[in-house]
């Protein structure tokens, strides 16, 4: 089994702090960034929800204000990660009886310089 969400924190903190830069990941239409540890090891995949597409900070060239249509039509931009983490939490709750395999997912704030 998976690392705590609190031990992933406490260890992508001690790589900011040793000056490991979170790593944007090439493919996909959202800012996605690989967040490693100290042995520069990936532990976490951080998505932030001003990047995802037809949102104010894209990094991908889909920009757009919070609230467009994004590529799914039923999903406004700025959303995305709501309902992920909507998933992850229904999954936890109903773990006894049904299993969909949602990674591990929680509200975070990163600051970074870079």
Do not use: W
């Not at 597409?53 to 919070?66: C, D, H, L």
């Not at 909507?86 to 395999?101: T, V």
């Not at 990674?103 to 600051?111: A, G, K, L």
Request: hydrophobic share 30%; proline share 6%; aromatic share 12%.
């Amino acid at each position: 089994m998976g690392h705590s969400i609190e031990k992933i924190i406490e260890d992508a903190l001690t790589a900011f702090i040793k000056g490991l830069k979170p790593k944007l990941l090439e493919d996909g239409t959202s800012g996605e960034y690989q967040i490693r540890n100290a042995n520069k090891e990936t532990i976490a995949i951080f998505k932030p929800f001003d990047e995802e597409p037809n949102t104010p900070n894209n990094s991908k060239g889909y920009s757009g204000p919070f609230g467009s249509e994004s590529f799914r039509p039923e999903i406004l931009s700025g959303e995305a990660t709501i309902r992920e983490e909507a998933a992850y939490l229904l999954e936890s709750f109903y773990r006894n009886k049904y299993k969909f395999d949602i990674p591990s997912t929680t509200f975070v704030e990163i600051c970074h310089k870079t």
